[in-house]
């Protein structure tokens, strides 16, 4: 580990103290996790301390980990991980915090902390159905309004739930049923006898 590393981890663990569930260090990041009643403080903690200045809110995105190693997985199914920049001190940090609740994943919005957090938590919600409680405009980002379901969740068919085309009697564009006839995976390959031992 290095000496910057080493600074930071002390900082991080002065600084958070109990909200700190876990620290580590692979491939020259740290990772922390707090819990989800925690974040919004910890995360105003890494903004404003004096010894982490996290001025910076790179990325925010949600994870489901229902079949993280291979369904081994045993803890809570959503989190959120978040990247900060300190560009005062130059170092970096990934914020891991799980939702409570595997039915209805509920974090703090950081909105308030990062404006940039907006769009971000958008797509999570979108993509994972994470909620972010203070986000005053949590809505669909990227698929459409009609979509129904969470496409990224783990448990999603990739195939969708629906459908939607144009339809020439109605001039409209109307949603349906998937019709997505099943294929085999197989591939159907013919080759002649002795194919390639020349």
């Known amino acids: ?26 491939l020259g990041e740290i990772t922390i996790v707090v819990n989800s009643r925690d974040y919004a403080s910890a995360m105003r903690v890494l903004r404003d301390h004096a010894d982490l200045r996290f001025e910076e809110l790179i990325d925010l995105c949600g994870v489901d980990y229902s079949t993280y190693g291979d369904g081994a997985w045993d803890g809570q199914r959503f989190a959120v991980v978040s990247h900060l920049l300190s560009i005062t001190h130059n170092w970096r940090v990934r914020v891991r915090v799980f939702a409570s609740d595997d039915e209805m994943p509920v974090v703090a919005s950081m909105t308030e902390i990062w404006p940039a957090a907006n769009w971000y938590e958008r797509e999570a919600f979108d993509f994972f159905g994470i909620l972010f409680e203070g986000h005053n405009d949590l809505r669909r980002i990227l698929t459409d309004y009609g979509f129904i379901g969470h496409p990224f969740r783990k448990d999603f068919p990739v195939s969708g739930y629906v459908e939607m085309r144009y339809d020439p009697e109605q ?19 013919i080759r002649e006898e002795q194919y390639g031992m020349k």
């Open 171 to 189: 001039k409209r564009v109307i949603y349906q049923p998937v019709t997505i006839d099943p294929r085999e995976n197989v591939p159907r390959v």
């Open 1 to 26: 580990m290095t000496i910057k590393l080493e600074l930071l981890e002390s900082a991080l663990r002065n600084a958070l103290g109990d909200q700190l569930q876990s620290l580590t260090l692979a």
